[in-house]
């Protein structure tokens, strides 16, 4: 047994404190009183480390050996290959990059909530680490009380549990030029992930701070290396904004900005500063950079979009997608996620015949508001090649446009909000491409595509 005990404050605890516990297993079980616990903590002392998630050979069969010992932490088994992917940048080393993109990989994932370890990421200047116990908010400008907050004074204010999707505004952003055929759900469209999400309302701290009348914007400002910021309307912090520190059952992940980020439940992804250290009130938007020269949207005519903030609807087939082979003719079970920035999906149609018909897809419980909601829809492939797509439409009424519909209203300048319908054709062969941006004359003919959607 180590003795690291010796190294440690002592720490007045009473028995039955959460904390205290959590304390007495920091310690190394050297607390007089606890036999039970120090047992347990000893073992704990001669853990191994994690166990590497590579594959060693099982016994055969596998019950004829003992298996792996305790882990600290849980693996993924050795069989099941799922990993982000990177964009950003040509750098040999691409694990040191700190400004890009991090893909989710759709096409593997299932159900509604992302992995934590499996989010998207977009970062502008690397993963921060903060110290939470150092770390502070300051909330200031056209309040009658201005505020500094610790981490443990944002804690204390009764807090809000939500299952949200967040979405990089550049997410699906290949379909204005057109991806190539091999470009995945994950590639295509992986900068988005749903998670519960904890923390406490934006109301409440507006409240505490006692916001003036007039101050109808706020500007929020992360603690990285880039000082993200963004201004924000006072009607969306007053409607469903969140300061959030629970990620799925934990703390959030300093991917996602540990210790303390703004939620803006359907908004675009950058407007949710990680980080979050500075909060001002003012009068009217701040026009800070990522508001003037990046995330506006230039138009046909010459002029730009400013302050588009929901994440419009959109919708993808996730298996079978670009990447996957489907093994043989049948019957198999389509599905896919749909969300909306604006509201809740009312319905998902399926084409299995390039968009010449359509099929309501089965919405899967729970189908909740600026979530990801799955679907799936029962397919009997007879085996000739198809193009296969899907269609959603949100309580609002807007539905999910063909790609020539979205490529006319907005040209070719627009780079964010790239929500039109994802065809994949599924060739004879049961090989999936992404068929977005093809001819119709380079896809088999039996698909009998309509261009509008290429
Ligand atoms: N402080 C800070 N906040 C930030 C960013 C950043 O680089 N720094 N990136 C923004 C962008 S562009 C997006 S899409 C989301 C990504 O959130 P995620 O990395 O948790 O998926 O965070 C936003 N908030
Ligand atoms: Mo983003």
Redesign the pocket.
Known sequence: MSDDRNLLPHIPVGPNSLLSRRRLLQAGGAVAGGLALSRITRAGAQQPPPAPNELVPPPDPPWSAQGQPFTTQGIRSPYVEIQRAYSGGDSPNVTRQTAG?NFAPLQDLDGIITPSDL???????GT?IIDPAEHQVLVHGMVDRPKVYSMDDIKRFPRRTEIHF?????NSGAGYSGPSPDTTAQLMHG?T?TSEWGGVPMTTIMQDVGVQEGAEWALF????A???DRSVPRSKLEDDAMLVYIQNGEPIRP???FPL?LLLPGW?????????RRIEFGSGPFYTKEETRHYTDALPDGQSRQFTYEMEVKSLITWPSAGHQVPAPGFWEINGIAWSGFGTITGVEVSVDGGNSWGPAELMQPVLPKAHVRFRFPWVWDGTPRVIMSRATDDTGYTQPARQRLLDIRGTQYIYHFDAIQPWLVDADGAVTNAMGQSASDLPSDTQISEEYL
């Open positions: 993109s989010h998207f990421q977009r970062n502008h200047s921060t967040l979405e990089c505004s550049g900068l992930s400002e992360g603690a990285d880039s000082r993200m991917e996602q900005g980020r675009e992804g950058n407007t949710q500063i990680k980080w979050l």
